[in-house]
């Protein structure tokens, strides 16, 4: 879509900082992320090969498919679009407009993602029970996914270099023209993650789709899974999953270019002059205020009105405290590890683009359009037959959530890395540091807040997750989201409301951190 | 800047700890794991009197039922579970026809009326429930009900029937009517229902919907009904139970049963723990424990408020001919109810 902006070619500069290497680090990291991605994909071909040719037929060109794939592709379709241009147009306000309470706001968009689908589902589904099929699954899914979009959008709005934005309107461009040719141009690859988390996330969703009675592929393989215990149906339909999400990753990869928006040097940057709103102020924040309301206040008011209106008792033995630590435990463990991950797999395919790079990097968003019992499933398989001391352990667990989510810190670190010039890393090789003093006294600064944004938003999803924990944590260990699932499986509505709560409290703090890093400037950055 | 990598530091020691707790693994000899899928608060009940009396300690691994059974067919002959407590049988069937169970000790059979157990004697009931219709009672009169399941598919029921095509508890129904009269009378049956229901994603949906008014009927299981109101109060229930004329399809028993692993390595400890769940104690506290199942154990009542079990004369297809529903699951397939 946009031409890349190539720095000058100057071999001998390239030459002699081994640009032209893969670091070792990079490498090892890597092959790592490759190898934990390729577990839970290499068990779905391997499970889905015994079902035979003529089973597998029977399975995938049953008439109900064609409905199940219209489904799956039409739902994907309308609410990456609706996130879209919900996630532009909320980081547009937060970031760029004197809107009142900004800073309040950039924390309220983030946390609907704090709560689970299945909350969501159950706090729509108790307002009108008589919501279902293809629109209500729209409005519920693009009510929680938009700040996929949102906050990867509003992170790079958040460091575009307002000048940029100023030459052009002084060239002669509209406001508009400017914004699209500009403004869009520079957080053109944060907008394409975005929706392509919304894409996979909407391929592997289950829990809100039983709710309103919407069926795509997944909720098809958990029928398989659940009522038939047929693993193998399950892992041939999991297939066409694989191939909806490489479509979708071959969409991105067409849209983005070369990913590339970085300009020379950090030099003189600085924010935007916030636009005034003007009359406009009123309309801008009801219509924060509507989306806000319905993603959080309805599943919240649900849950508020379960905790007043509930009887029902706990359960003996289990403290929402201890929950509450695991879950931040893990949360906290997985987070670091997805990003630990997804620097050194973005590094290979921005720094080092190459097929083979670009493969590994591709590879790593798959797990995420799996139903989480297929990914849990497949390192169950592993550790039976190579890890067995590992099966059930935290660790284990830890990277299942890593595997999980590392799309979302690919693309939480590659807005930070894109927008950072190699030609400072250069530089800074040019001047005699060695590789490890680069990395840290250039680099890591250029991409902390990428760094951060990625943390916190595989946090917060783990912090929701519930298949795979239930599969793989220790035995013994309940998250709050575990106990969440025990007590409404029970009826135990009011027992089972403050545990929610406390999901949505346990996100809310990477996503005040989040916010405040993305409005509070980076150093080097001046405002004025 | 500091504050990050400060921040990443802290969570890498976090990484760390996390692995090093891993490699001191839990389980003591004397204990055994149980995978559960059967309701926990009656579970927890029921490990803390079997603990207390036997010092035998349990591991209680709690999940949905048919993920744990996916789960232990994948981990095949080195599964950790030892026991595997379930809230229906099919999933039971499941694992039996793939060889993963082992025979129940005979005495721990005999304690239960034998048409409860597995033919083979790979798994024992252990609680029950009967299958029945709620009614919104200021929608319809009691004079109205049908005493056949068979009648929800006729035309005066469209727009008022609700119930969950992708619970556990249905395909067994599919299953009982298929035995009776037939696939094609199942077939049409569920054609006729798919005209006449609302769906919904399961039975807690179905019993909570039935009661606000927004389906006038609704399939369920007896308890589902009976924890909504310990739930809401009695005050605000408006809806009530209708139990199907006796040998009807629909007056059908669903069981909750439990099976020791072949794999388990502490059979004896596993075992005993079948028996406890089928003693006079261990029946005793299911009936105490707020599931509102039946005990199946002969001279154990039932919790206060439901209809005795003696009083249910259900129709005569046992947990053991339903099988593991894959007929009923792929009827239901058919007609793209799933």
Redesign the interface.
Known sequence: MFAPIEPPANRWVQAWSGRRRWPLVSAAGGIAAAALVLLPLTFLVVEAQHSGWSELRHLLL?H?VA?LLWNTVRLALACTLLCAVLGVGAAWLVERTALPARRLWAVALVLPLGVPDFVVGFGW?SID??L?GYLAAVMIMTLSLYPLVYLPVAGALAHVDAGLEEAARSLGLGPWQAFRKVTLRQVWPALLGGCLLVALALLAEYGAF??V?YRTFTV?IF?E?????D?VAACALSLVLVLLSVAALGGELKLAGTGRSWRAGPGAHRRATPVALGRWSAPALGGLAALVGLALGVPVGSLIYWMA????TT???TSILAAAAHTA?YS??A???A??LAVPVTALAIRHRNRLTLLIERLAYLPMALPG?VVA?GL??FT?HYA?????????L?VAYAILFLPLAIVGVRSAMGRTSPHLEEMGRSLGCRPATVWRRVT??LI?PG??AA?ALVFIFTATEL?AT??LR???VNTLA?QFW?Y???????AAAPYAALMVAVSAVPAYLLSR?MTAPA?GEQTR | MSHSKRLLLSALLVCAGLLLGACGGSSGSGAITLYNGQHEQTTAALVAAFEKQTHIKVNVRSGDEAELADQIIQEGSSSPADVFYTENTPVLEALRERGLLAPVAASTLAAIPSRYDSTQGDWVGVSARVSVLVYNTSQVGPSQLPSSILELAEPKWKGKLGFAPSETDFQPLITAITKLDGAATAEHWLRGLETNSRLYPDNETVVAQVNNGESAVGLINHYYWFRLQAELGHGAMHSALHYYAPGDPGDLVNVSGAAVLKSSSHQAAAQEFLAFLVSRTGQETIAHSHSYEYPLRAGVGAAPGLRPFADLHPVAVTPAELGDGKAALAMEQKLGLL
């Not at chain 1, 899974?225 to 215990?229: E, R, T």
């Not at chain 1, 409404?488 to 009011?494: A, K, L």
Request: charged share 15%.
């Open positions: 049953r109900s409905v589904v029970p008589a279902h039983e709710i009675q098809e029928t899974f659940k009522l038939g215990f693993t209106r509930g009887s029902s359960l003996p033995g435990e906290a463990a987070a670091a590890l990003t630990a019992l499933l169950v398989s039976e067995f001391p590992l099966y059930q352990s935290s660790l284990e830890v890591l600064p902390a760094l951060a943390f298949t239930l599969l220790p035995t013994g575990t025990a409404t499986s029970e009826f135990s509505y009011g890093r150093r």
